[in-house]
């Protein structure tokens, strides 16, 4: 713990010089995390296929791409984002100047999880290097190839005393969350959020979290049936269903299932062929422990498609269970695999009552057509983010914020959200000196007027 503590202390040290705060400086670290991403692709294919058995094509899709793009969007906007912002003000501050600063915070720590063990690492980090602060991550250490190639990227491009990497388990998170940083960025699962909370208020240092919960996908039966299937059949199984913002499970419209069930059925062997475990680009699951959570749930319901394992590779067949209650086990807990639960309903009123008593899920999918439906689900139902006739999508759009509610967490990223996410905002105000308004004095006559 000495490193870490002297560690941060370098990096407070070189965040008070003051060297992070100018335009040309965080323009250049994201110029350099660019170059570093495009120089290490081939390495980054590779570690993502050891740890996860990632394709390139998923790789490129959902990590580096994203990427890629949040950088170039965070490079086109860095200027106006740093300018300071005006504000008007009422009558009586007359003659005064109002605007907010935006100032980084300093030495903020970055805990990510190993699901998108890229992408999930360093979009938070483009917010913090946008704003002007200086960075510690500390990677996930499921996916230790990964992370790995992060302290070897990371040394090789960037000052420690600016950006580091500090690798470990649990026990070194637990140590660096108790280190007086200056913010906290954490991606996981609620539990661990809620202890970093904790940790976090003996500093009052303030976070971010970005955690899971179950994300519900809702067919009504006026949706575009063979499309929804396709989006969420995408939707659920890339990854193989390690997706924070997978449709964790379906509420389907009773008249719409038998359709569903077939076009899902239909998708699944087009995406992933006809015997998805032999499919070489097929993602596996993170690691035993996990891998026998979830094939514990496949006597839920009954098996309509799928449900076969692979325990060599730690693989599962992407599955549909119907018939499930939410007595089952598989619905009293993120899934975080491919494991599709199906519930059925008739009146869309039920199922938001039913929602209504849930915990607020970090994504909500709503599949149909009237907008009248569409817009009662928006309005009645809490959740980070979502789309109406698809899934996932909404998180690729950088001027969209990004982040969950009550339990799916606290506070947002992505575009200038991140940025944002990652700078105090300090109100200022320059007052006149040619003239004093002397309402708010004791004694002034204006004053006593008014009473
Ligand atoms: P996790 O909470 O177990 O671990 C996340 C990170 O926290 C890891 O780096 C781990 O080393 C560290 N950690 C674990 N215990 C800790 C402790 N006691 N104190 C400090 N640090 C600790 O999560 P995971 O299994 O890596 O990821 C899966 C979870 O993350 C799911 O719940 C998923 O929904 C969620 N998730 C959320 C998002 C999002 O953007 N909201 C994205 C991906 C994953």
Redesign the pocket.
């Known amino acids: 713990m000495e490193r870490v503590q002297g560690l941060i202390k370098e990096q407070r040290d070189f965040f008070l010089s003051g060297e992070t705060l100018t335009y040309a400086f965080r323009k250049q670290q994201l110029k350099k995390l660019k170059a570093m991403l495009k120089n290490y692709e081939s390495q980054i294919y590779q570690a993502l296929k050891t740890d996860l058995n990632k394709s390139k094509h998923e790789t490129l899709t959902t990590e580096l791409g994203f990427l890629y793009t949040e950088i170039d969007f965070a490079l086109k906007n860095l200027k106006s984002w740093m300018e300071d912002e005006k504000v008007d003000a009422p009558l009586t501050h007359k003659g005064t100047k109002n605007y907010i600063m935006s100032e980084p915070y300093g030495v903020t720590l970055i ?6 063990p890229l992408q ?1 690492a360093l979009a938070p980090a483009i917010g913090a290097i946008a704003a002007g602060n200086t960075v510690i991550l ?5 996916t230790e190839t990964m992370s790995g190639l992060f302290t070897e990227m990371i040394i090789a491009t960037f000052d420690h005393r600016y950006f580091a990497v500090v690798e ?7 140590q ?2 108790k280190q007086p940083v200056d913010y906290i960025f ?8 809620k ?2 909370m904790r ?1 976090a208020s003996e500093h009052l240092t303030p976070v971010t ?5 179950k994300s519900p996908a809702i067919i009504n039966q006026d949706a575009e049936i063979d499309l929804a299937a396709k989006r969420i059949v995408w939707g659920k199984f890339t990854n193989a269903g ?4 997978a449709p964790d499970y379906l509420y389907v419209h009773e008249k719409a299932k038998p359709k569903l069930f077939k076009a899902m059925k239909k998708y699944i062997k087009s995406l992933y062929g006809k015997k998805p475990l032999k499919n070489e680009d097929y993602v596996h699951i ?1 690691n035993e422990n ?1 891998f026998n959570r979830l094939q514990a749930f496949l006597t839920n319901g009954i098996i309509v498609h799928g449900g076969s394992v692979n325990t060599d590779k730690n693989s599962i067949e992407p599955t549909i269970l119907d018939k499930v209650t939410w007595e089952d086990p598989i619905m009293q807990e ?1 899934i ?1 695999g491919p494991l599709l639960p199906v519930l059925t309903f008739s009146k869309l009123d039920d199922v938001i009552s039913t929602l209504k008593q849930m915990d607020k899920p ?1 994504a909500l999918y709503y599949f149909g057509e009237n907008e009248r439906d569409q817009e009662t689900v928006l309005q009645q139902l809490s959740f ?1 983010g979502g789309c109406i006739n698809d899934t996932l999508y909404h ?1 690729a759009n950088p001027n969209l914020p ?3 509610v009550g339990n ?2 606290m506070g947002g990223y992505h575009g200038k959200y991140g940025f944002d996410t990652f700078s105090h905002k300090k109100s200022i105000m320059k007052q006149t000196t040619k003239f004093d308004i002397p309402l708010r004095y004791p004694r002034s006559k204006i004053a006593h007027s008014l009473v």
């Open positions: 805990i990510s999880p190993w699901n998108y999930l500390k990677p996930s250490e499921f470990g388990d649990k026990a070194i998170s637990e660096l969350v954490f991606t996981g699962s609620s539990n661990v959020g202890i970093i940790q979290l970005e955690l899971g919960g390690q997706t924070c913002v993170v996990h993120e975080f970090l980070g998180l990004f982040g969950g799916s967490g």
